[in-house]
């Protein structure tokens, strides 16, 4: 069956480090791979997208890398902020018009 | 631009009762979604829409109906509600499916007691 998975443990690390969190799938073959960030009681607000061409896609502190032979993408948030704490989605291209989303990883990141 | 907007934000519905969950786009995008978060999961495709007068079933269907009359208007109905329908419901929108950005509106949290 098809399966998304992103780490349910909630991540904590210290201000200034950088934040690696990832995104595993099977039986999806995507064309394109996002990344959402959601804060509590809020909407999911897009990040980035890359395509499966693209090894990997930078804006600004974020980068994200996709790996269609391990099937994996790692989301970097660099220099982190506390401000940066909330949970990350990684979404699929599912082949239906529509994107099937993971559980999200949440990041806690201490002062 | 407001974006995408739901209403209400909040709502307590008895077992068996009906509502409307309104949704709206001012983008002018053909895309639009509903999803449903649970505690602690992901986003769950109910319903979505190519454009005005089609839609499709997504990944969980059962139990809600939707209508895209108009290109701006999306909105959810839930007949004979459920306790199992209890969650957060979001519409989003896109210009052209899932190789695009999905733009969500604020959410609905719906309890049915």
């Known amino acids: 069956s098809q399966k998304i998975e992103q780490n349910s443990e909630a991540l904590n690390i210290q201000e200034g480090k950088t934040a690696t969190l990832t995104c595993n799938y099977t039986?999806?073959?995507?064309?394109?791979l996002q990344w959402y960030r959601q804060d509590p009681g809020r909407g999911p607000v897009f990040l980035l997208l890359?395509?499966?061409?693209?090894k990997e896609k930078r804006k600004e502190r974020l980068k994200v890398t996709f790996d269609t032979t391990l099937k994996q993408s790692l989301f970097h948030i660099t220099a982190s902020q506390p401000a940066d704490s909330a949970t990350y989605l990684c979404a699929l291209d599912s082949g239906r018009r529509a994107l099937t989303f993971g559980s999200g990883t949440r990041l806690q990141v201490q002062p | 631009n407001a974006g995408v907007t739901q209403t209400p934000k909040f709502r307590i519905l008895k077992i068996g009762q009906s509502m409307t969950l309104q949704c709206a786009q001012d983008m002018n995008h053909n895309y639009m979604y509903w999803y449903r978060q649970d505690p602690g999961m992901g986003l769950k495709l109910i319903y979505y829409s190519v454009g005005a007068g089609i839609t499709d079933k997504g990944e969980v269907p059962n139990g809600y109906n939707v209508s895209r009359s108009t290109t701006e208007d999306f909105p959810l109905r839930l007949e004979l509600a459920a306790p199992s329908q209890t969650s957060v419901y979001f519409c989003?929108?896109?210009?052209?499916?899932?190789?695009?950005?999905?733009?969500f509106g604020p959410g609905t949290r719906l309890l049915v007691l």
């Open positions: 039986n999806y073959s995507p064309a394109y």
């Open positions: 989003a929108s896109s210009d052209s499916g899932s190789k695009e950005t999905q733009y």
């Open positions: 890359i395509r499966e061409n693209e």
